[in-house]
């Protein structure tokens, strides 16, 4: 699976506390069990909730193609609220 983001942003979310991690440690949820949803059509993105270490992150991202193949873009994250949990924990 390949991944694309800003850097820029994955470092300003970094540094957020409520956020605490980046776009780069916020790859491992896909490599683990995670709850998906359609966010919205237009661009069509996706909510993706799962566990990055001991914590339940949730992650907007985009389906892009290019000559390689599907790349996921992350395009923003959050710690996951109690609806978004309780989501995980029913779907998964």
């Known amino acids: 699976?390949?991944?694309s983001f800003d850097p820029r942003k994955s470092k300003r979310l970094r540094a957020n506390?409520?956020?605490g991690i980046g776009f780069e440690e916020a790859q491992e949820l896909f490599s683990r069990p995670?709850?998906?949803d359609?966010?919205?059509d237009v661009p069509e993105q996706y909510?993706?909730?799962g566990w990055v270490g001991n914590r339940l992150y949730s992650v907007?991202?985009?389906i892009r193609e290019d000559e390689e193949g599907e790349i996921l873009?992350?395009?923003t994250l959050w710690r996951s609220t109690k609806?978004?949990?309780r989501s995980y924990e029913e779907d998964s």
């Open 1 to 3: 699976m390949r991944f």
């Open 17 to 19: 506390p409520r956020r």
């Open 34 to 36: 995670y709850w998906l």
């Open 38 to 40: 359609q966010r919205s």
């Open 47 to 49: 909510v993706a909730v």
């Open 60 to 62: 907007i991202f985009e």
């Open 73 to 75: 873009h992350l395009v």
């Open 83 to 85: 609806e978004e949990i």
